[in-house]
């Protein structure tokens, strides 16, 4: 019963390196997406998808780029890191937008240095 | 502007005591409202509302709606250790053609033996 799964689980990285990260679901949810959390901030929409081959952008999309070639997979990527790209990320999927549950990953630290 | 406003941002009681918290809310065309329990990882769900005055109840915590008022409560009776964490709450929305979902900033809920 893995749910949703995201790899890494922590990451430091230098400035302007670029990553991947990882979002699996195996719930056959249609809608996937990726938040970020900082200290006292509550969680921002970063990007979302409402099925395979489509996506768009949440409140803070700038510096991110998401692809979703499958229903299962929504990977989230850093081009040219940067330090306000500290965070805890994470990734969750669900059967609709607006009612229903969110089923969040375990998400990943990141640190940009 | 969808708008999720949660109070108080921390608290801090006494093992033993009960505690309400607070959700309110401004959103276009209200779906549903959502609560979490976020530890030191990711949130998990709680309740999920959608209907004015109807109590959803699990174990010693309970939630409701009032959508004449637009706000929900949690509570918490008899509190424990190990319900310290952040509750965060979500309302589903749609407007515009588009499902949206915002979260509030969370409360810091911090239960002293």
């Known amino acids: 019963n893995a749910g949703v799964t995201q790899t890494p689980k922590f990451r430091i990285l230098k400035i302007g390196q670029s990553m991947t990260l990882q979002c699996a679901q195996d719930?056959?949810?249609?809608?996937m997406y990726w938040y970020r959390q900082d200290p006292g901030m509550g969680l921002k929409l970063i990007y979302y998808s409402v099925g395979a081959g489509i996506t768009d952008k949440g409140e803070v999309p700038n510096g991110y780029n998401v692809s979703r070639s499958t229903t299962e997979d929504f990977p989230l990527r850093l081009e040219l890191a940067a330090p306000s790209q500290t965070s805890v990320y994470f990734c969750a999927s669900s059967y609709s937008r607006a009612e229903s549950p969110l089923h969040f990953g375990n998400g990943t630290r990141l640190t940009v240095t | 502007e969808d708008k999720v406003v949660q109070s108080p941002l921390s608290l801090v009681v006494h093992e033993g005591d009960t505690v309400t918290l607070n959700c309110s809310y401004e959103?276009?065309?209200?779906?549903?409202l959502l609560w979490y329990k976020q530890e030191k990882k990711a949130p998990t769900f709680l309740f999920m509302l959608?209907?004015?005055?109807i109590e959803k109840k699990s174990g010693r915590l309970s939630s409701i709606l009032d959508k004449k008022e637009l706000f929900s409560i949690l509570n918490i009776t008899a509190t424990q250790t190990g319900d310290s964490a952040v509750y965060l709450c979500?309302?589903?929305?749609?407007?515009?053609?588009?499902?949206?979902?915002?979260f509030g900033k969370g409360t810091h809920l911090i239960i002293q033996p």
């Open positions: 719930m056959n949810h249609n809608y």
């Open positions: 959608t209907s004015s005055g």
């Open positions: 959103v276009t065309n209200f779906r549903s």
């Open positions: 979500a309302v589903g929305h749609s407007g515009g053609g588009a499902d949206g979902l915002t």
